[in-house]
């Protein structure tokens, strides 16, 4: 369980709604044991006043009669107030686990990640997190409630006699761990496997959503469709047979109650008959034994389900307690020469596979130079060093005259305007998508940058409004890839970076967008990562990179 004890210390932050909430729980139960039991008494007393009439008139039927209206009263207002603490605590918690969670997330490289796909970190960051709220919500405080009342009703049966006291106590003890205990046996591993199928099939779903015109041109998506649906029997066999498992605790705990009762009723007609009982009493002992049932029936489901709970609790510490291996300094740096890259004898391998050897380039402040080479010799690894999403295992990279190591994270993304290949556009307009590159950019500034890269057209009536769509998918490959490159540019930054930008791009628009480039910032450091080889008059320096070797600088 020791899974579950860094949520424990989250739990501790919100204790002021997680004790208000438990207290509210509590007293609505006793409200609700209290109201049947009453009204067990009541009835009977009633009906035994009502056999004289000088009894009749005797009883006095306005105290319990006011006791019951209050209970029922306390018992509404109580489950209602209640249900608002607990979910309030709840959604507290859950709101601090999400941040709590991405803020260890966030600082994780991509080298860190490489191994996760996207849908699971979602999942995570959903599923798991909500899994958590049966910790508060169904274990901890039910627990305690539970607890507390068995403690107390049992008492109450002892003060009436010891004998219907320990029945009670014997049977809230027996039932409210046993069986909870045996729901969490029987499931066992189902929670863990519920929480790793249910993240397959969120992934699988994904990529078919995703992948579906793949899957129609290959005429493969019957196939996917039935690997799918057979992830999601899996899914429901494993429902059904959590289904079982509830259906029969709860059926488990109903006979316990019953029995319970009935063994008190023996009793109770017992005591009666030996004038150690008042009539009345019978059947307030039987409704008050019926009644404290209710505090331990939520107990079986949440502790059947509490496998799943510690899987979830298991599957985000795999994330939070990682470290990452790249750390950065908090204090800026003063570099001397902004926009100035050096690499000296860089060495870098991915997982053992050597990408760059002894790699060694100087590029100067407002230089203008492209890189060429074969697919895969290492040039988008350039960036990935440049980014410190991965990190050399010898050698030194200096950006502006300083180790890069010694930026703060913050001033190093700073240096850099890139753009990175595959782009990513997010959904929203085009103007959303441009203000990622500040805040303080103009629509003007925007709609003139856009004019000359010739995607002026593409904004037809709605202008800077224009709805990208999901992933940048409402746009064409080219539209897409120029959208980029002006996010870049419109970035004031002392270096710029960009890998592949002619992609897609026939070669009038390639020359376009190229000519812009170089002359948008003149100041500017320009890196240009390219398999194009033409329209590259205009550079300072083409250089080849050839399996991780500069050739022909
Ligand atoms: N995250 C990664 N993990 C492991 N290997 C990687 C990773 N990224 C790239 N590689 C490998 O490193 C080598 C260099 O990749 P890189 O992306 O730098 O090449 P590139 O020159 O930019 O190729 P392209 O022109 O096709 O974009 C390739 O062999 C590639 O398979």
Known sequence: MSELKPFLGLLRRHQGWVLLGSFLGLLTLFSSIGLLTLSGWFISATALAGVTLASAQAFNYLTPGGGVRGFAIARTAGRYFERVTTHE?????????????????????????????????L???????????????????????????????????????????????????????????????????????????????????L??????????????????QQALAQTQNDWLRLQQQMSLISGVTSALMTLAAGLTTFAALAIAIELVSSENLAPAWLALVVFCVLASFEAIAPLPLAYQYLGKTRAAARNLLEITQQRSDISFPDTRVNPPDPGQIEWSAVNFAYEGREVLQD??????????????????????????LLTRFWEAQSGEIRLGGVPLNHYPQEQLREQMAILSQPVQLFAGSVRDNLRLAGDDISDTEMLQLLQRLGLDTMLGNEGLDREVGEGGNRLSGGQRKRLGVARALLKKAPILILDEPAEG?????????????LSYRPEQTLLLITHHTQHLQAFDRVIRLDRGRLVGV
């Open 89 to 121: 605590a709840t959604f507290r918690v859950l709101a601090e686990l999400r941040s709590w969670f991405y803020a260890h997330l966030e600082p994780l490289n991509p080298a860190r990640l490489r191994h996760y796909r996207s849908a699971d970190l």
């Open 123 to 205: 999942s995570r960051i959903t599923s798991d997190i909500n899994a958590l709220d049966n910790l508060y919500l169904r274990v901890l405080s039910p627990s305690a409630i539970a607890l507390i009342t068995s403690l107390l009703v049992a008492g109450f049966m002892a003060w009436i006699h010891a004998s219907l006291g320990f029945l009670l106590l014997g049977a809230l003890l027996l039932a409210g761990f046993g069986v909870p205990w045996l729901g969490y046996l029987w499931a066992g591993q189902r929670g863990a496997e519920q929480v790793q199928l249910s993240a397959h099939l969120r992934a699988r779903t």
């Open 359 to 384: 790699f060694t380039l100087q590029i100067a402040a407002g230089e203008k130079l492209a890189i060429t080479g074969h697919t895969g010799s290492g040039k988008s690894t350039l960036i990935n």
């Open 505 to 517: 791009l026939d070669a009038q628009s390639e020359a376009q967008m190229l000519e812009v480039v």
């Open 207 to 224: 990529s078919y959503v995703q992948g579906m015109t793949e899957l129609h041109v290959y005429a493969a998506l019957e196939r996917e």
